[in-house]
């Protein structure tokens, strides 16, 4: 499980950006003006910004090149053909409708697959999937294993469905009150952590048998392919490409945000094998999108893309990507931090309230903490706790998730393993002075989405 052979990265620099270095009381200042809210920082404010994978990715020479190429004509455009062949070729899925992001894709899928009073499981829920699971009239159900929601189990596949849960829902709401089940690769909301090929052959298995088709959300496909190269028994004389040709291929649709995985600064697409959904999506994307050769992307956007996903299924990116994580994460487990365990993909996760013992989640551990180590240091983190779970829907109280996290997440190919170590140290400090630290409470809180513009204040 500790990976120690060498995972230099597989390329060099070409060009550099300057980062701005702040002072603790321009820090100070920054936060304040933020409302606490990392979200609300400026990014000129930022030394290390660890906020998020999301469209912060380092695109090649070669993706470069390919914005040349970009052919942007309304209908029809060379990118999109190219794009569709390699969505094809790499993911196994039929049809695609490129989208502005991921969301997008959700918007459509949800919309199309779900009627009112339907339920959604899921392995752990995300964000954004949730939402519009809900504004389709659906109601999502979480079935992943309970090692998951246990940030110290060193359980290989915490992103495993528990085929029980999703049982004991059959028999409860009925097959024909579930359109389809969605899972996560690499589930972000649990740290990051890895589906096993095993479980999704289970999952298909039951789903054929009761009428139920699976969603793949498929953001951090090759990421998890790569826990399955190391983990699952079978697995390791594969490539990532040709595990992640297998874990497509055994789903009927794809919602993919192309700012994650497929190395590019935006775009996404909706993919599926089932030629009635795909009629259907292209009469929504012209509404909400654009024309179904282009959704919401430049034609130069599509073939970076496609020339992105190409470059993130090649092993040796895949070895140093994850390898950059867990070196952050072992530094922090050295200086005696709390964080999920095993290592995640994307990012290291701080467990706040093991971090903060002393706070309540509802003066908020993890969006205190994640100002926190912004003062000290000017890294940029988020919160992954009661202000990302938002309220139910029916009673108006906090979700309250089990997990209440700062992720540290790693844009793909930009920092090194020295911003790294600055990252863990600046850590360490916060954690020394940790028993000073009191919380949050709300001075404005959005109706969705909350954790993105949310306004706090500290308690005193
Ligand atoms: C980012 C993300 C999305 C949403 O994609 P956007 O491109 O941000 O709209 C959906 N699911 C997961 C797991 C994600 O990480």
């Given amino acids: 499980m500790t990976y120690r052979k ?20 321009d820090r100070v200042k920054a936060i304040e003006d933020a409302g606490y809210n990392t979200f609300l920082l400026r990014s000129e404010d930022v030394y290390i910004d660890l906020l998020t994978d999301s469209g912060t990715n380092a695109m090649s020479d070669r993706q470069w090149a390919g914005m040349m190429l970009g052919d942007e004509s309304y209908a029809g455009s060379r990118n999109f053909y190219n794009l569709e062949k390699t969505i094809q070729d790499f993911y196994s899925y039929k049809y695609i409708i490129p989208t502005h992001q991921g969301r997008a894709a959700e918007h459509m899928m949800s ?17 954004t999937t949730r939402l519009h699971q809900e504004l389709a009239g659906g109601t999502f159900v979480d079935v992943i294993i309970d090692e998951a929601h246990d940030t110290e189990s060193e ?21 024909d009150k579930i359109p389809y089940i969605c899972i996560a690769t690499a589930v972000n909301m649990a740290g990051g952590q890895p589906i096993s090929l095993q479980n999704i052959k289970e999952l298909r298995e039951y789903t054929t ?9 498929m953001t951090r496909v090759a990421e998890n392919a790569w826990f399955i190269k190391e983990r699952e028994a079978g ?52 509404v909400y999108e654009g024309l179904h050769t282009y959704g919401g992307m430049a034609g130069r956007d599509m073939e970076a893309l496609s020339i992105g996903i190409k470059e993130s299924v090649q092993d040796d990116h895949m070895r140093a990507r994850v390898g950059q994580t867990e070196y952050l994460g072992d530094k922090l487990i050295g200086y005696g931090i709390p964080i999920v365990r095993p290592v995640g993909s994307h990012g290291v996760f701080l467990d706040a309230k093991k971090f903060l013992p002393h706070l309540s989640q509802d003066v908020f551990p993890a969006q205190t903490l994640a100002a926190e180590i912004y003062v000290e240091s000017g890294v940029r983190s988020m919160e992954r706790g009661i202000i990302s779970g938002g309220r139910n829907k029916d009673t108006g109280d906090h979700n309250r998730p089990k997990l ?57």
């Fill in 6 to 25: 060498s995972w230099a990265e597989p390329w060099k620099i070409k060009m550099v950006e300057h980062l701005t270095m702040t002072s603790r009381e």
């Fill in 111 to 127: 919309q199309i697959l779900i009627k009112d009073g339907d339920y959604i499981p899921g392995n752990m829920y995300f964000t």
């Fill in 155 to 175: 359980h290989p596949f915490k992103g495993n469905v528990d085929l029980k849960k999703l049982d004991d829902l059959v028999k409860k709401v009925g097959a």
């Fill in 209 to 217: 048998k009761h009428g139920i088709d699976i969603v793949h959300d």
């Fill in 235 to 286: 697995y390791a004389e594969k490539t990532v490409q040709e595990i992640v040709f297998e874990i497509c291929s055994l789903t009927d649709h794809a919602t993919m945000s192309a700012k994650k995985d497929p190395l590019v600064n935006i775009g996404g697409f909706m993919a599926t094998n089932n030629e009635d959904v795909y009629r259907q999506a292209q009469n929504m994307v012209v």
């Fill in 404 to 460: 209440e996290l700062v992720r540290l997440t790693i844009p793909r190919r930009v920092y090194t393993q020295a911003h790294m170590d600055v990252v863990a140290e600046s850590i360490a400090d916060v954690y020394e002075r940790r028993a000073k630290i009191t919380g949050l409470q709300f001075t404005y809180e959005p109706e969705y989405l909350r954790f993105f513009q949310a306004r706090f204040e500290p308690l005193s």
